[in-house]
């Protein structure tokens, strides 16, 4: 059995965890999030991007769209 594992953003100022809120998707491979650190001496906030930049496993229910653009 797999193991499960989160996946977050720790702050680069003090390495505290980083929550976030309100997101802005710029294509179906491309998002923007915005994060705020939860250390109250710290209270760094920025935005995050996410990006699919490459397959790893082709979907066998691929769109034509999006996997012209994983094979570029």
Known sequence: ???STTAY???P?????????GHV????LTKQLTAACHN???LFSAKVSIE???QIQPS???KPEIAAALTR
Do not use: E, K
């Not at 100022?13 to 809120?21: A, E, F, P, Q």
């Open 9 to 11: 953003i720790r702050c």
């Open 25 to 28: 998707v710029y294509s179906p």
């Open 52 to 54: 699919i930049s490459q």
């Open 40 to 42: 109250p001496n710290c």
């Open 13 to 21: 100022h003090c390495g505290s965890r980083m929550r976030t809120h």
């Open 60 to 62: 066998l229910q691929p």
């Open 1 to 3: 059995m797999a193991s």
